[in-house]
């Protein structure tokens, strides 16, 4: 069974930090994984997703790698913003179409 | 980008009644929708998997005769909560997986219900 643990449970930094978010995964037979934000009391919003033959993604401030072969993926986050304060998820889709297995979720406040 | 559009956002409602929650694939084909429920401070919980014009899949532990799910057509599902408690009160989320829209670019997820039971 996919188990998901992401790490750490909660993060507090000053305005403008580099940060980075982790996440591993038990089973490395997974079809892609995914990060996404969450708002308190808001729906997910997907932020980065990379296919298993990826090795990394980028958007803006944000870039998440992928190492299949030892089960993790992190989240690098550059130069943060109060903005950025949510939870961060990541989930793995083991096969296309399959159900996500969801971590725990790193909760991340920015500073000003 | 693909749009999930959930409904309502909040719903209060007295215990022993149903609650009926939407969800809406705006531009893309929902071949299959997924509901999860999340409680404070805990990540989300596959509640069950639905896939257009068949019965969804439950997971291990959630009554189906209490969470009825409906997927009637490629851009809509329904989640009721039958003669809701309290202890039903929690968040509850969709997320669609469709073809050929997001397909590719993973789950897109609505934006959630609230739903208190009193």
């Known amino acids: 069974k996919q188990e998901v643990t992401q790490i750490p449970a909660a993060l507090s930094v000053p305005e403008g930090e580099n940060l980075v978010l982790n996440c591993s995964f038990t089973?490395?037979?997974?079809?892609?994984l995914q990060w996404f934000r969450q708002d308190p009391g808001k729906g997910l919003t997907s932020l980065l997703l990379?296919?298993?033959?990826?090795r990394e993604q980028t958007s803006g401030r944000l870039n998440a790698s992928l190492d299949k072969s030892s089960g993790r993926s992190t989240l690098y986050i550059a130069a943060s913003q109060p903005g950025d304060s949510a939870t961060y998820l990541c989930?793995?889709?083991?096969?296309?179409?399959?159900?996500?297995?969801f971590g725990e979720g790193t909760q991340l406040t920015v500073n000003p | 980008g693909a749009v999930v559009s959930q409904h309502p956002s909040r719903v209060i409602c007295k215990s022993g009644t149903s609650v009926k929650i939407e969800c809406r694939s705006l531009?893309?084909?929902?071949?299959?929708m997924f509901w999860y429920r999340q409680f404070p401070k805990q990540s989300l919980m596959l509640m069950a998997t639905?896939?257009?014009?068949?019965?969804?899949?439950?997971e291990q532990g959630v009554e189906k005769d209490k969470f009825l799910i409906n997927h009637a057509s490629l851009t809509l599902s329904t989640l009721t909560v039958t003669s809701a408690h309290p202890e039903d009160s929690s968040f509850y989320i969709c997320?669609?997986?469709?073809?050929?829209?997001?397909?590719?670019?993973?789950?897109?997820f609505g934006s959630g219900t609230r739903l208190t039971v009193v």
């Open positions: 997320s669609a997986r469709g073809y050929p829209g997001p397909g590719n670019y993973g789950y897109t």
């Open positions: 089973d490395s037979a997974i079809y892609n």
């Open positions: 990379i296919q298993s033959s990826q």
């Open positions: 989930a793995v889709e083991e096969t296309s179409g399959s159900r996500l297995t």
């Open positions: 531009d893309f084909q929902a071949t299959t």
């Open positions: 639905s896939n257009e014009g068949s019965k969804a899949t439950y």
